[in-house]
């Protein structure tokens, strides 16, 4: 005969009744060819528990009636104490609904002592086992699963955090370069206004002796010729200073403060040449939370403008606010003569110009496009329906300077 693999069982038998102890013995020691059942018997549930901590068993077989605990509670406790070994509940009678209690509590199954015999004993026994080994297959199969989700889960993270600090080591190496870039943009600025405007000066000295020493003389084109070399020296003395400024716009040093629009408004107009234009302020202005110098920068530049440019000898600037939930909104409007709306955009370029005759612009607006860039504000441009432009600035709410 082929020779078969036996298989041991160790079963812990809960049974206060000697006679029915006695019989599930005979019945798990009956000669079987494949299966052993190595049987320990202990009387109530508090021995049970005692040997579950001290052994290992394969299988719980436990009466329902024990002189410490009855019903399910016996089944529920065994299950609590070792959720994985399977528990076999045994009823003195026939009692469907307390076998079902049984089952609730977490048993495998239930059987009742009158009317099981070695064979469904044993039979009942080996499918509990087989569902026990299934449910431990699958638990494993699916925890080995899980551990290969996690692990390319894990992989994945591992890769996107490569990934985010090799792009945060970009954006700090950009951030690096500009950082030097703005840096050489300034002292470049510095240098070459200092250097440039060095000999413009001495020209400019020369060009003023020229003029103090031959104006009695010169016919009348060579004294034009030499006022007009002196404006184009003093142009470009300005267009050095300009590009100094332009240079150091959006670098901010003093902290935010408490600016009231209304005295800085009041004191940027006080120190204009402008004592045949009126200001009207047409709405009630803000005291803002803000950086002081951008501000400045903003409103200087579109007062200035307002009446540098305008083609009369007196006219009117208006002021008016307007507050949104994430912004404040200026308008500043002028009567002069205006700006073609095919120059709107030029306008805010460096040296753009605001009338198709100008043959020269300078770069205020575009200072204050940048500036306010830098901040996360904006101005736009609109032609009155009349005479006039408007410009309206969007200054947020909140403002910080823009991460270089």
Known sequence: MPHTRRTNYRVLLVEDDA????????????????????????????????????????????????????????????VEHDLELPVVALTGHDDHALGMATIEAGAEQYLTKDSIDPLGLRRTLTHTFARVRERRRVALRTARQHQRELTELNEELRREA???????????????????????????????????????KAVARLVSWLEADLTPIAPAPSRAHLAQLQRRVSRMLQMLDDVLAW???GHIDAPAESVDVHALITEIWDGLDAARFELVIASPLPTLHTYREPLALVFRNLLTNAVRHHDRAAGRVELEHQQTPRA?????????????????????????????????????????????????????????TGRGATFVVTWPASTRPRDP
């Open 19 to 78: 006679g029915d102890a006695m019989l599930v013995k005979r019945f798990l020691t009956a000669q079987d060819d494949v299966r052993t059942f190595e049987l320990i018997h202990v009387w109530s549930l508090q021995q049970a528990l005692e040997s579950l901590a001290e052994h290992t068993f394969d299988v719980v077989l436990s009466d329902v009636h024990l002189p410490d605990a009855r019903g399910a509670e016996v089944i529920k406790a065994l």
């Open 162 to 200: 490569q990934a985010r600090a090799r792009a945060q080591e970009r954006v700090e190496a950009v951030n690096r370069e500009l950082e030097r870039s703005n840096r050489d943009l300034q002292n470049f600025a510095q240098v070459a206004s200092h250097d440039l405007k060095a000999p413009l």
């Open 247 to 249: 240079a150091r716009v």
């Open 328 to 384: 404040h909104l200026f308008r500043v409007r002028d009567d002069g003569p205006g700006i073609p709306p095919t120059l709107h955009e030029r306008v805010f370029k460096l040296f753009g110009v605001g009338r198709p005759d100008a043959s020269r612009g300078g770069v205020g607006l575009a200072m204050v496009r940048r500036a306010l860039s830098e901040l996360g504000g904006e101005i736009e441009l609109s032609q009155n």
